[in-house]
């Protein structure tokens, strides 16, 4: 029985709705970073690796990133990057979080910074955050799976997770919780996948 509801946050609720202050080679990298990544040495893997976990280790992985791929990254692209501002829920995301009511609600999601003023600002509640900075682990770590369980107060068996990506967000499976992929796109641009992704799990 389901008994809550987990949702990932980059590219499931959230997404950004214009690149125009991204170029196009930058915006390359950023859909597509593996080549780059395979490049980088074992020290610039680790740090790759663990760029979700520290704000510190998340510029210095990305400063690599564009670095191999013959760009450059300054603080006013990285801030942009981390700025609430430049993030907008797809419009389907009030009604799939209100859909998943009377469940349980959570977001985890590999990231940075703090995500919370965002869903303040367009008034969303959910129950718990689980933010890889906070918990010390990523997906696809079963180990974060695990903890943004425990904030919800359930047993993996008993909760659902809805992502985009199939490595990452597909690893709560193997953590003991349901799945629901969901196609993904910037905002203005996916279709309302969320609600059917819930369906195909009797929420509705």
């Not at 690149?19 to 196009?24: D, M, N």
């Not at 995301?93 to 209100?98: H, R, S, V, Y």
Request: charged share 20%; with cysteine; net charge neutral.
């Amino acid at each position: 029985m389901i008994k809550a509801v987990l949702f990932d946050f980059a590219g499931t609720l959230f997404g950004r709705p214009t690149y125009r202050w991204l170029s196009p080679p930058h915006l390359s990298v950023l859909r597509a970073p593996a080549p780059f990544v395979a490049r980088m040495n074992a020290a610039e893997r680790a740090v790759w690796e663990a760029r979700d976990l520290t704000a510190l280790a998340n510029r210095s992985a990305y400063w690599t990133l564009f670095r191999l791929a013959g760009l450059t990254m300054n603080d006013d692209l990285f801030q942009r990057l981390h700025n609430p501002a430049f993030w907008l829920p797809y419009p389907d995301t009030a009604e799939a979080l209100a859909a998943a009511r009377p469940l349980k609600v959570g977001v985890l999601s590999n990231i940075s910074w703090d995500i919370r003023s965002v869903f303040s600002r367009e008034l969303l509640a959910v129950d718990a955050f689980a933010l890889s900075y906070e918990i010390g682990f990523s997906k696809p770590s079963v180990r974060a799976f695990d903890a943004a369980c425990v904030r919800l107060d359930v047993h993996p068996s008993e909760c659902l997770y809805v992502g985009d990506d199939p490595v990452s967000d597909g690893a709560a499976v193997a953590a003991g919780l349901r799945f629901a992929q969901i196609s993904t796109a910037p905002v203005g641009r996916r279709e309302p996948v969320l609600l059917e992704a819930l369906a195909r799990h009797g929420i509705s």
